[in-house]
Structure formats: C-alpha cells, structure tokens
C-alpha cells in the first residue's frame, strides 16, 4: 500500500504563486509515476500535470506550472506560478507504481492523497 500526502495549498492573490509537495512512501519511488489533478464542486476531477521519467501538462497551466521530483526524498511538486482566480480548485496528488508517460485519467492512478486546498484571490 502506497501512502500520498499533499501539502502546501493555501490562498494567493491572481499573479502570484504557490508550490505543492506530494510524498509517497515505498522503497521503489523513483519508478512511480505521479500526477496532479484539481476538483471544483461540481466537476469531473481535472488533470494538471504528471510526471515519470518525462513530464506533460494540462494546455491550461502548461508554461504556468512546474512538476518535479526528489526521488531522495520520495516528494514532487508542482510549483504554480502566474495564478489565476480559475485555478482555485482542491488539487489531488495521485501515484501509480510503474512509469508510464500519458497518464491523464484518474483511472491511471491506484493511489490517492487526500486533497489540498488552493484558492485565487481577484
């Protein structure tokens, strides 16, 4: 069983940014793939980006955001810059436990964090 947490979510103005970290526990996470997603009330869950040994992006925040890895710390992020009241959402760290490059469906992923709160202020 593989453990995700999220962290670093909080409220920004438009035009500024923020950085979200995902752990996963396991001793073979350098061969996991990670993804960000992002929920509104409402809505499907929304992918944002993933990261293997490779990384793709959402057309919405490609050239905004950022995913990478510290495989020796067993952590990603997303480093979110240029934030836009639209990119208010709760953002879900997902794991799979293979490389795999375009994995863009919730389905992809076994794993799941709990969620953590971004909001853009106008």
């Known amino acids: 069983q593989v453990q995700v947490v999220e962290s670093g979510g909080g409220l920004v103005q438009a035009g500024g940014s923020l950085r979200l970290s995902c752990a996963a526990s396991?001793?073979?996470?350098?061969?996991?793939?990670i993804g960000w997603f992002r929920q509104v009330p409402g809505k499907e869950r929304e992918f944002v980006a993933a990261?293997?040994?490779?990384?793709n992006y959402a057309d919405s925040v490609k050239d905004r955001f950022t995913i990478s890895r510290d495989n020796a710390k067993n952590t990603v992020y997303l480093k979110m810059n240029s934030l836009k009241p639209e990119d208010t959402a709760v953002y879900y760290c997902?794991?799979?436990?293979?490389?795999?490059?375009?994995?863009?469906?919730?389905?992809?992923?076994?794993?799941w964090g709990q969620g953590t709160q971004v909001t853009v202020s106008s």
């Open positions: 396991g001793r073979t996470f350098r061969s996991y793939t």
């Open positions: 997902a794991a799979r436990t293979d490389f795999l490059l375009l994995v863009r469906s919730p389905s992809d992923y076994n794993y």
């Open positions: 990261i293997s040994w490779s990384t």
